[in-house]
């Protein structure tokens, strides 16, 4: 828990710790940074080709402003990305799990779930690029309305399970040793 | 045309701006780890203004009524 002593999220309990802090699993990002790559190459090449192409005049100003425009598309583009994948973010502390669901620049969604509430969680690694780089999708059954809570293509989900199926098995013994206090207080009282 | 192609570059400035905005707002705002906000923001505001400032002298060397002469 030392780890993310400098991390702090918003809505956070005092005295609530941070236990694991979970992100989709660096395929998926690599997988958007592929258009990234391809423009970069388009960007280089570009420089080569349009000369022989066109005639530019002499100083070349048409051609290093057009590469710096799409130079300027391709930054904002890299760091579109990253927030998109940087700040959709599973927080897991020692009281709940928070989901911050972050899409794009201007979408927004944040959840919680008490791990007393969880009723079941099964684990989906569907494909052969999941398979060897284990990682795929944490489903979480509630006891509530809201159905299910979603990890989405996180990295190893085996070992995640396993935490949340403790953190469960602790909140609901801790459950049941405050029911049991409340119950016999009455008693001990008189 | 001159105008027109004048006022078109100031549009599209100003919405690169505005994403760049953005951008600074959500990891200043949203960051759960101030370390990891404080890199990205020495990475994103220096190389976005040098690009921006590149670009703004890049378009105002171009001869735009040259460029339309045929």
């Given at each position: ?82 927030i ?107 | ?20 905005v953005f951008i600074v707002y959500h990891i200043v705002k949203y960051s759960?780890?101030k370390?990891?906000s404080r890199?990205m923001l020495?990475?994103f505001i ?25």
């Amino acid at each position: 828990m030392k780890k993310f002593r400098n991390f702090h999220f918003h809505g956070q309990y005092s005295g609530e710790k941070i236990i694991k802090i979970v992100r989709r699993h660096w395929f998926n990002i690599f997988q958007q940074y592929i258009v990234v790559i391809a423009m970069l190459f388009l960007l280089f090449i570009s420089l080569q080709i349009l000369p022989n192409i066109f005639s530019f005049s002499e100083n070349g100003a048409e051609l290093f402003f057009a590469e710096s425009f799409f130079a300027i598309v391709i930054w904002l583009y890299i760091f579109i990305i990253w927030i998109d994948f940087y700040f959709d973010v599973w927080i897991i502390t020692t009281n709940r799990i928070v989901n911050i669901e972050q899409k794009a620049l201007f979408m927004r969604h944040i959840s919680e779930l008490k791990f007393s509430k969880i009723q079941d969680v099964s684990i989906e690694v569907d494909g052969f690029i999941p398979t060897i780089l284990n990682y795929g999708d944490v489903h979480i059954q509630t006891a509530g309305t809201r159905g299910r809570f979603l990890f989405h293509k996180v990295p190893n989900p085996y070992r995640l399970k396993s935490l949340i199926m403790n953190m469960q098995s602790k909140a609901i013994k801790k459950e049941q040793r405050e029911n049991r206090r409340k119950l016999h207080a009455p008693f001990t009282q008189n | 045309m001159y105008v027109l192609i004048n006022l078109l570059y100031l549009v599209i400035l100003f919405s690169f701006c505005l994403v760049s905005v953005f951008i600074v707002y959500h990891i200043v705002k949203y960051s759960i780890n101030k370390k990891a906000s404080r890199i990205m923001l020495f990475v994103f505001i220096p190389t976005i203004i040098f690009l921006i400032i590149l670009n703004i002298s890049l378009f105002t060397s171009i001869d735009v009524e040259d460029l339309f002469r045929f």
